[in-house]
């Protein structure tokens, strides 16, 4: 059971735009910044949004990242087949002397 | 550009220690600011915080395994380190090592992940 809740899948078309939720608590997401990372089967993660919405130089400007009070949002437009991979949003955890926490990740299909 | 590098044991026994090193090319792992984090993700499973080590030495542990784990850090190799004690099968996992850049789950780069297998 992830302390953050992602849904476990979501899909759509090339072009559409997809939003991935990411669901915690006050003293996560509602307290401190919000990251998504990309993970490719058998690769390791790859940061995609960090600071809730910031975006390292060579992701491409299709990914957007939001945060509202406890919970946090990571939206592709322009949908393509190669955004089909797994994504797992992280933040700090205030709690228990504090932690990383990661969500359960949530597989992307493109029809 | 920084690069990681996780090595150690493929293969360990259970009841016995998991033992991993991270190794920093690129750059100095004693630079400054940076936090020199362990992730582990089991088989099929998501990513799971192990911890991480400041470049001052002071480190932090998931809550669930703290008991059992032990980060450090080697600046004359610019090494850090993973240690687990008396892992199981539960403990059978990729394990990665990265870079966080404000200790907030800011995580980059990362480490290619090597898997480690707890059996007999």
């Known amino acids: 059971q992830s302390v953050l809740t992602q849904p476990p899948s979501a899909s759509g078309t090339p072009g559409q735009r997809v939003t991935i939720s990411c669901s915690g608590s006050?003293?996560?997401?509602?307290?401190?910044?919000v990251s998504w990372y990309q993970q490719f089967p058998g690769m390791a993660p790859k940061l995609l949004i960090y600071?809730?919405?910031q975006r390292p130089s060579g992701v491409p400007d299709r990914f957007s990242g939001s945060k509202s009070g406890t919970s946090a949002s990571l939206a592709i437009s322009g949908l393509r087949y190669e955004d089909e991979s797994d994504y797992y949003c992280s933040t700090w955890d205030d709690s228990l002397s504090g932690h990383v926490v990661f969500g359960g990740g949530t597989k992307l299909t493109v029809l | 550009q920084v690069q990681l590098q996780e090595s150690g044991p493929g293969l360990v026994k259970p009841s016995q220690t998991l033992s991993l090193t991270c190794t920093v090319s690129?750059?100095?792992?004693?630079?400054?600011?940076?936090?020199w984090n362990w992730i582990r993700q089991h088989p099929g499973k998501g990513l799971e915080w192990i911890g991480y080590i400041y470049y001052s030495g002071s480190a932090y542990y998931n809550p669930s395994l703290k008991s059992r784990v032990t980060i450090s850090v080697d600046t004359s190799k610019n090494q850090f380190s993973l240690k687990l004690t008396s892992v199981t099968a539960a403990d059978t996992a990729v394990y990665y090592c990265a870079r966080d850049i404000e200790g907030q789950s800011h995580l980059d780069p990362w480490g290619q992940g090597t898997l480690v297998t707890v059996s007999s």
């Open positions: 006050s003293s996560n997401i509602g307290s401190n910044y």
């Open positions: 690129g750059g100095s792992i004693n630079s400054g600011g940076y936090y």
């Open positions: 600071r809730n919405s």
